[in-house]
């Protein structure tokens, strides 16, 4: 039997990519899901491809910059189940633009959607994991969680907020056996791209070459899958330029005249 199975978890951003993936993933490791992102019709979508019993699935549409509806959200999953074992905070967009052109509001759009969502659910489901003394906050960060890429600063600088976040919730919260693991993905054939906000928050609608020639995202689903088991509190999964993060830890210098000269997609 897996670990995962009879649990409830609940996954932002499973509408699409990773979190789709997941989803799939943990519907055959045997647990309970709750699949949130804004677009119903997708989630319905990927409901169906689970599989699973409508008793084991609930589609909850959430968008993470409408942190009011969270308190509700989380009574909905609670009514429904009475627990929540898992949350994965996956939803997140990206960006493509230098600092000199972009307006200030795709910056608040980034913080909004990948770090302030991210901390108003988890303060709404911490209460309820603190109590059972059990629960699990699995958060999407990035390599550019780790580093700082060209054309990406706002990005960039969500995803590193999440560790600073995060680290200090992991340290709070080890005694009362709530556990959390950050994810840093390199590159995952995802449509993330095509969502990506230009200099001016308009939708970049490109596939890049980086993702298209990414790793797929159920073999991501499941190394993440296994790592959450494991209990690891961060992983990289991707291809090569995930050791990016170990050039960034060891030859600081080396990383960043390799950053500097690289084209940006
Ligand atoms: N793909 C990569 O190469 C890569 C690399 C590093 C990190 N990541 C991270 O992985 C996570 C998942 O991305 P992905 O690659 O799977 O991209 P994706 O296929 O575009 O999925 C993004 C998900 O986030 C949801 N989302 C976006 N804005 C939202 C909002 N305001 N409220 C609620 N949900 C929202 C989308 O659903 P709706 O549009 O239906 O709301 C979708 O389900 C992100 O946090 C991303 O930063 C991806």
């Known amino acids: 039997m897996?670990?995962?199975?009879?649990?409830?978890?609940?996954?932002?951003?499973?509408?699409?990519?990773?979190?789709?993936?997941?989803?799939?993933?943990?519907?055959?490791?045997?647990?309970?899901?709750?699949?949130?992102?804004?677009?119903d019709a997708e989630l319905r979508r990927v409901a169906t491809l689970t599989g699973l019993p409508s008793t084991a699935v609930l589609i909850l549409p959430l968008d993470m910059t409408d942190r009011a509806s969270f308190p509700e959200k989380a009574d909905v999953v609670y009514q429904r189940f009475g627990q929540i074992d898992y949350l994965f905070l996956n939803a997140g967009i990206t960006q493509r633009g230098?600092?000199?052109?972009?307006?200030?509001?795709?910056?608040?759009?980034?913080?909004?959607?990948?770090?302030?969502?991210?901390?108003?659910l988890t303060k709404i489901v911490l209460p309820l994991m603190l109590a059972r003394k059990s629960g699990h906050m699995v958060v999407t960060s990035s390599v550019a969680g780790k580093l700082g890429t060209k054309e990406r600063s706002g990005y960039?600088?969500?995803?590193?907020?999440?560790?600073?976040?995060?680290?200090?919730?992991?340290?709070?919260?080890?005694?009362?056996?709530?556990?959390?693991?950050?994810?840093?993905?390199?590159?995952?054939?995802?449509?993330?791209?095509?969502?990506?906000?230009?200099?001016?928050?308009e939708s970049h609608g490109k596939m890049d070459e980086n993702q298209e020639k990414g790793m797929l995202p159920e073999t991501f689903a499941h190394k993440l899958l296994r790592a959450?088991?494991?209990?690891?509190?961060?992983?990289?999964?991707?291809?090569?330029?995930?050791?990016?993060?170990?050039?960034?830890?060891?030859?600081?210098?080396?990383?960043?005249?390799?950053?500097?000269?690289?084209?940006s997609e």
Not at 230 to 252: A, D, H, S, W
């Open 2 to 39: 897996s670990a995962f199975s009879g649990k409830v978890v609940w996954i932002t951003g499973a509408s699409s990519g990773i979190g789709e993936a997941v989803a799939l993933a943990m519907a055959q490791a045997g647990a309970r899901l709750v699949l949130s992102a804004r677009r």
């Open 98 to 120: 230098p600092v000199a052109e972009t307006d200030f509001s795709v910056y608040e759009r980034l913080m909004d959607v990948n770090f302030f969502g991210v901390v108003a």
């Open 156 to 201: 960039c600088a969500s995803k590193h907020a999440l560790h600073g976040f995060f680290d200090a919730l992991r340290a709070e919260t080890y005694a009362s056996g709530v556990r959390v693991t950050l994810v840093c993905p390199g590159y995952i054939r995802t449509p993330i791209s095509l969502h990506a906000l230009n200099a001016h928050g």
């Open 228 to 263: 959450v088991s494991q209990n690891r509190e961060e992983v990289y999964i991707g291809g090569l330029e995930t050791y990016g993060i170990y050039l960034k830890r060891f030859f600081p210098g080396l990383l960043s005249r390799i950053v500097r000269n690289r084209r």
